[in-house]
């Protein structure tokens, strides 16, 4: 069956960085859009960042344009989402989603990895 795990999350500072990694597993890695979204308490969940099978497009939410960056290696199935300038309000539960036709869909879920940072 289909595996996302997620791993990296953790407490930091406002300002500081954490490094987000999402290994797959069950799929066709290299042929599947590759996404992170994000709940946090209280708020519905919502589209963080995305990047497409071969990693040549990407999408962000304007939130995080700028501070975060998503990419992958598929030659480790493995994606990834770089965390910079962290603010509070990025505070989530931060998952980890694949698709096969759409970076801003997810057919497939992670099982989520808490982020929390303090001003």
């Known amino acids: 069956q289909v595996q996302l795990v997620e791993s990296g999350g953790g407490w930091a500072q406002a300002g500081g960085s954490l490094r987000l990694s999402c290994v797959a597993s069950?799929?066709?890695?290299?042929?599947?859009?590759m996404g992170w979204f994000r709940q946090a308490p209280g708020k519905d969940r919502e589209f963080v960042a995305g990047i497409s099978w071969r990693g040549t497009s990407t999408a962000y939410v304007n939130s995080v344009k700028g501070r975060f960056t998503i990419s992958r290696d598929n030659a480790k199935n493995t994606a990834y989402l770089q965390m910079g300038s962290l603010k509070p309000e990025d505070t989530a539960v931060y998952y980890c989603t694949a698709d096969p036709d759409r970076y801003v869909s997810a057919r497939y879920w992670g099982q989520g990895t808490q982020v929390t940072v303090s001003s």
């Open positions: 069950g799929l066709p890695f290299s042929t599947f859009h």
